[in-house]
């Protein structure tokens, strides 16, 4: 009998290699997505696991750059005033059919309403599903930023907001915004198997879910409804490869055509590889070390300065983010960005003159203070602790003795946020190419409070500055009120800016038609191999 | 003979109840906690914070906690990850074949190897083969066994191209996860070549993860065999003018196994929780990494319920271990 | 006139030999022993004298000449003899003052679980029907728990740092140690000598640590050693997780983990920091071996 069985398998598997089998598309990935449910989750590589392959959203980014474009929503009125946006919506637009789920309707308001109310809505059945809550839509306050949302008909949607926001598109088009079919989700609450949502996806995306083995790999394949297009490539498979060297290694052997976030340190070598390509890009990545000015002296301006003066700013980008592979910061964000002005030029290194205002402002014999930074590195900062070590070293010779606590990420994180930190190494990755982005969660006096502007700096002119620019949709008059406020920043130096590390990927020859984002997500609907 | 195994197995629950404590009280004392972990450098508002908290059942009493967790456990239910909101069996069962996998190849490899070196050492006593033996599992069982994998690979994989990488297969092949051990899987699945391929990707991981159990055996077979090799009925057997294969294999290997296969046991835990390193290194899908990631992470009932699992099998191996001893020697099993 | 400085004939066979020289020549019998200890030795010198036979400080960052190659390669320069580190800091130097770390590390963590570990097994031995079964259960839990995995909660509970990998180190291998020393106790209990001193009304305090514990401490010289190896290991392990102590501090296991990232274009910081940790630890196994054959020739075929 077992042996019929597997004839039969055979045989089965044989007519099913006659199909005409295009190439796999392979890609090595960093680390396992935490989920499929992305409304739940932060990371970018569950992001790109989701976000980019399974769902769509209202809008989204042009390829390669945060330029909003329709996605779900064909177009969109705003009202004067900035508070209400209406959406109105794609028709024909086919949610996946997988295995374990059939789609009886197309995708209409009904599943907008049922992906946003989820997250708003505390008596929403499905809210509590989330039990660590909705990270995103709580830190940015969707909550109470949007008043409303109504379903004029099943393919138009308003949205109302209780103030002007200008980043709102924009915001619309990140993941946690996703587009979840209310169906799907129907089915799953009648049956009591809620926590199939987040393992057994159905969305809207260019590729359907296949199977998922934790550490090992991803299988999606091509969605052969999808609205802008079949993806060329009819498999789509995610190999979980942690290590970077190791990625590098199996993209060589040819064990995958793409191998993400390869180390600055090893992209001349792969130039010098003519099977290979790599890509790079400018992202709105910004790596800093916080100056907490709640810790005097820090409180000081005159030593923030000086400790900005003290720094060898370009021995860091050497040295750890590697040389042509990040801009040395000077503002918070990239130049990329609104209202970025390049007459702000870094502090120069100067131990001489950093000596000279640390005695002016009392510390002739120095002081001595504390480097929070952690272990292993992110997008944001390839190694935090070899660049603490430089600190430590460029701080000593201007006297100040400086002691490294390396510690791991997740207490680290707790207590830079209650502030027991001196200094202490971070990193933003900006979501949506708004200047805001970057500026309200890291330096608002509002930030402090809640314990992420980990410089502890509330400086009123500059806070009020970063309001009026939220809340003005015209981008000259923002522009200049950025302008005003970066000035203020530099000026101030409640950070140690270090660097803009650029984003490379590296792909085999025969891949075409891939293209980076500068918000480091990474899509694949175009993508094929030769 | 069933006293002494009734005897043993009931020192088996204390321990296990210690286990759960210990766990337990290990993660929590942990700073950090699973909410603040996800959130990383965003904003989490103190509010949200708290209903997180409590949806995860982690605003109530310790003691409370515990006894919630010893009352699920009583009925069976380990849970689910915070992080992932897979049940813990769910995901241990999909990470655990993984490393049985290369646990067994690692003990036959360093078995097989360890008990043959073992065996000629000790024939050919103070010949350069045994000198070379020694020698060499004395390097075996001082190696760093990070650096060691780090060595081969870029030796074996990246200068010579005769191995794969890292992971367990190509993932040209689409291999359907029956048992979830990838051997047994490309033979059930049929495609042609995977089994080779899933071969070949199992080799140098279990040679970095055998290196010390191989030198561990190698040594403890040497010595068991000197051992047995003086022992009165072995030269009787000589003196009846047995061939000496038949007096090596019949009677003086088979008393050396004793010890040996002590510590292989005693090696089987040891290895399913220490593959930590070689999983890192060649990122294999076992649950060393798996756990090491939740205690980073915080995720509470990944972290005591995977550990409370492992420790089940230490706790099983040895006892089996235990048993298998007293059988084989009467002397133990009439001792306390 | 000559037959004044001629000794006396002796009957060597009376002479009772001294333990020490009679250990010295059963230990320097072992040439393999020899060797470890010569190896020993010299990185106890360079250990003590670090300052002053490194040729540089270990954390000074020669920043124009990162990730230089050894001085017999292409590119090598003659001041950095083993090449420079990716903050261009001289790796021999590194090397040498790390030799003081992994000292420190192995010494500190097998006194901190030897000493309570011996109390331990010495109660656990001598209170047979309660407090001994208790400890023992104690040791079992611990024992089941996988070792690194205790050492890595520890070290998260406690922080990354020196003090804090030792105190890890220290508490996993406590079990070997209690139950090593409890079996030795047993084993003693039932002999004359013990009886004798417990008649002749000798106090536990006494029975325990002046009676019994001596006879006691072969095997756990030996373990010890053998100890001191595997928190030389365990240690490096943890730096390669990433939880080893603080930088700047030069130790081993650290130096190979950061030196990660540059396998590919710099063999030597991963490869030298290794070579170091293997030939140290194959030199301290290869002395535990001679002390175990020295000490006690019971055990020279366990184990």
Known sequence: MPFFRNALSIALLAAGACVAQAKPLVVCTEASPDGFDIAQYTTAVTADASAETLYDRLVRFTRGTTQVEPGLAERWEISPDGLTYTFFLRKGVKFHTTEYFKPTREFNADDVLWSFERQRDAKHPWHDQAARGFPFFESMEF???????????????????????????????????????AEYADALLKADTLDKLNSQPVGTGPFVFQRYAKDAQIRFKANPDYWDGVPPSEKLLFSITPDSNVRLQQLRAGACQIALYPRPFDVPGLRKDDKLAVLEMDSLLTSYVGINAAHPPLDDVRVRQAINLAVDGKAYIDAVFGPDA???????????????????????????????????????????????????????????????????????????????????????????????????????????????????????????TSGENYSRWCDKAFDSLITQARENNDPEQRAALYRKSLAIFHEQAPWIPQAHPRQFTALSKDVDGFVQSPLGSNNFAKTKRK | MLSFIVRRFGLLIPTFFGVTLLTFALIRLIPGDPVEVMMGERRVDPQMHAAAMHRLGLDKPLPQQYLDYIGKLAKGDLGESLRTRESVWHEFLTLFPATLELAIAALLFAGTLGLLAGVIAALKRGSLFDHGVMGLSLAGYSMPIFWWGLILIMFFSVSLGWTPVSGRIDLLYDVEPVTGFMLIDTLLGDEEGAFLDALRHLILPAIVLGTIPLAVIARMTRS???????????????????????????????????????????????????????ETIFSW???????????????????????????????????????????????????? | MTS???????????????????????????????????????????????????????????????????????????????GTDELGRDLLSRLIHGS????????????????????????????????????????????????????????????????????????????????LTRAAVIGELNRDYVTA????????????????LPNCMAPLIVQATLSFSSAILDAAALGFLGLGVQPPTPEWGTMLASAR???????????????????????????????????????KNAA
């Open chain 2, 224 to 278: 068991a065999m000197l051992e047995v090799l003086r022992e009165d009925y072995v030269r009787t057997a000589k003196a009846k003018g047995l061939s000496p294969s038949r007096v090596v294999f019949i009677h003086g290997l088979r008393n050396a196994l004793i010890p040996v296969l002590t510590v292989f046991g005693l090696q089987v835990g040891t290895l399913l929780a220490g593959a930590v390193l070689t």
């Open chain 3, 261 to 299: 990232d540059y396998i590919e274009r710099a063999w030597w910081v991963v490869s030298l920091p290794g070579l170091t940790i293997l030939l140290s630890v194959v030199a301290i196994n290869l002395m535990g071996d001679g002390l175990r054959d020295a000490l006690d020739p019971k055990l």
């Open chain 1, 326 to 448: 990040a801009t040395q910061a000077v503002n918070p964000y990239p130049s990329t960005m609104l209202g970025y002005d390049d007459s702000i030029t870094p502090w120069p290194h100067d131990p001489e003159r950093a000596k000279k205002l640390l005695e002016e402002a009392g510390h002739k014999d120095g002081f001595k203070l504390t480097i929070f930074t952690r272990p292993g590195g992110g997008p944001t900062n390839p190694n935090p602790a070899l660049g603490a070590q430089m600190l430590q070293a460029d701080l000593k010779a201007v006297g100040i003795e400086a002691e490294i606590r390396v510690i791991e990420w997740g207490e680290m994180i707790k207590r830079a946020k209650a502030g027991e930190h001196d200094l202490v190494f971070m990193g933003w990755a900006g979501d949506n190419g708004d200047p805001d982005n970057f500026l309200s969660p890291n330096l608002s006096c509002a930030a402090v």
């Open chain 3, 4 to 82: 004044l400085t001629t000794p006396l004939p002796v009957d060597q066979s009376l002479l009772y030999p001294s333990p020490l020289k009679e250990f010295w020549r059963a230990f320097s019998h072992n040439k393999g022993a020899l060797a470890g200890l010569l190896f020993m030795l010299v990185i106890v010198f360079c250990a003590l004298f670090a300052p002053w036979v490194a040729p540089y400080s270990p954390s000074e960052q020669f920043r124009d000449f990162l990730l230089t190659p050894p001085a017999w390669l292409e590119g090598g320069q003659g001041r950095f003899l083993l």
């Open chain 1, 143 to 181: 909550g109470s930023l949007i008043g409303n949302i109504e379903k004029l008909d099943p393919y138009t949607v308003r949205f109302t907001l209780t103030k002007p926001q200008a980043p709102f598109l924009a915001d619309l088009a990140m993941g946690f915004t996703s587009i979840y079919s």
């Open chain 3, 197 to 212: 001193a417990r008649l002749a009304g000798a106090g536990l305090p006494r029975l325990m640590f002046i009676t019994v």
């Open chain 3, 100 to 179: 003081r770390l992994s000292l420190i590390i192995g010494l500190s963590s097998v006194v901190m679980s030897l000493i309570p570990g011996i109390v331990l097994g010495l109660v656990a031995g001598f209170f047979p029907r309660l407090i001994g079964p208790a400890i023992m259960r104690l040791m079992d839990i611990m024992l089941a728990l996988p070792s690194l995995l205790l050492a890595v909660a520890i070290v998260a509970i406690l922080g990354p740092g020196l003090i804090n990998t030792v105190i890890a180190i220290a508490v996993v291998s406590l079990p070997s140690y209690v139950r």
């Open chain 2, 285 to 336: 899908p076992g649950i060393g990494k798996w756990l090491i990631e939740s205690i980073g992470a915080r995720d509470y009932p990944v972290v005591q319920n995977g550990i409370l699992l492992i420790a089940c099998l230490v706790i099983l191996v040895n006892f089996a271990v235990d048993v298998f001893y007293g059988l084989a020697n009467p002397r133990i099993r009439h001792q306390s």
